[in-house]
């Protein structure tokens, strides 16, 4: 059984940061592709970042690109989302998810974690 527990989120002032962090258990991830997706209230789901467990490669929405890092850690076996620059449209519920890297569709998802960016 595969578990994503995400840790970090909270309330800061905009151009303030933020880390995620997303803790993933279960079995090995060395073929895994670990994302983030966020969604604020009446929007759907969007894609943030993903990095390829194995690999260290990494993608980016065009919103965050040169705000956001996400990185891997193999030994703690997380997952995590540097946030710096940080603005009002950032606010969102961000759940971190897991799927093979072969697969097009996530198949496991953390139960999420609150940020908001006050102007």
């Known amino acids: 059984q595969v578990q994503l527990a995400e840790s970090g989120g909270g309330l800061v002032q905009t151009g303030g940061s933020l880390r995620l962090s997303c803790a993933a258990s279960g079995r090995t991830f060395s073929n895994y592709v670990m994302g983030w997706f966020r969604q604020a209230p009446g929007k759907e789901r969007e894609f943030v970042a993903s990095v390829n467990w194995n690999s260290g490669t990494t993608s980016y929405a065009d919103s965050v690109k040169g705000r956001f890092t996400i990185s891997r850690d193999n030994a703690r076996r997380t997952v995590d989302l540097q946030m710096n620059s940080l603005k009002p449209e950032d606010t969102a519920v961000y759940s971190c998810?897991?799927?093979?890297?072969?697969?097009?569709?996530?198949?496991?998802w953390g139960q999420g974690t609150q940020v908001t960016v006050s102007s």
């Open positions: 998810a897991g799927k093979l890297w072969y697969k097009s569709e996530y198949q496991y």
